[in-house]
């Protein structure tokens, strides 16, 4: 896999900083023409309520996150590339469970139009004992370029 600089966008201050291929959560983290932003974290062992109430035996990872693309025309985000990276280096995709728990789940293909910040909610199911140190990383479906976001779990 190719090196990849990542430009992140300093709180408050609009400008970019090279950061290598990891950003941290609330930071704008730019790869390959979209900008990933991570705006909340939760861990739960349910969601949903009523008859759309899921439950698990190990965690549910709720992320917030706003996609925008920064290119001058639409591009797609396919829901695989998008992978939650335990410590011990286990990748888990999102859950088919939480599609009709969130209404603005990311779909298995994301569109997303250029300059349009899109919010979306990434719903992973994991072990208890994988939580902890997880991160959120990005695949490049054509050039295999990743970077990851921590989350501070």
Same mark, same amino acid.
């Given at each position: 896999? #190719? #090196?990849? *600089? *990542?430009?992140? #966008?300093?709180p408050g $201050?609009?400008?970019?900083?090279?950061?290598?291929? $990891?950003?941290?959560?609330?930071q704008s983290c730019a790869h390959h023409g979209t900008t990933y932003r991570v705006t909340r974290v939760k861990i739960t062992r349910s969601i949903g309520s009523g008859y759309s109430r899921e439950t698990t035996s190990g965690r549910f990872i709720v992320i917030s996150i @706003?996609?925008?693309? @920064?290119?001058?025309? =639409?591009? $797609?985000?396919?829901?695989?590339?998008l992978t939650l990276m335990s410590r011990r280096g286990d990748s888990y995709e999102v859950t088919d469970r939480a599609f009709? *728990?969130?209404?603005?789940?990311l779909d298995l293909l994301e569109?997303?139009? =250029?300059?349009l910040p899109k919010a979306d909610i990434l719903v992973y199911e994991l072990p208890a004992s994988a939580v902890r140190g997880s991160v959120l990383q990005i695949n490049d479906l054509w050039s295999g370029d990743k970077a990851k976001i921590t989350l501070g779990i």
């Open positions: 896999m #190719a #090196a990849i *600089v *990542v430009a992140l #966008a300093m $201050t609009g400008q970019a900083i090279s950061a290598g291929n $990891t950003c941290r959560m609330y @706003t996609l925008t693309d @920064t290119k001058s025309s =639409p591009s $797609t985000i396919l829901a695989s590339n009709a *728990v969130f209404k603005n789940g569109n997303i139009q =250029p300059h």
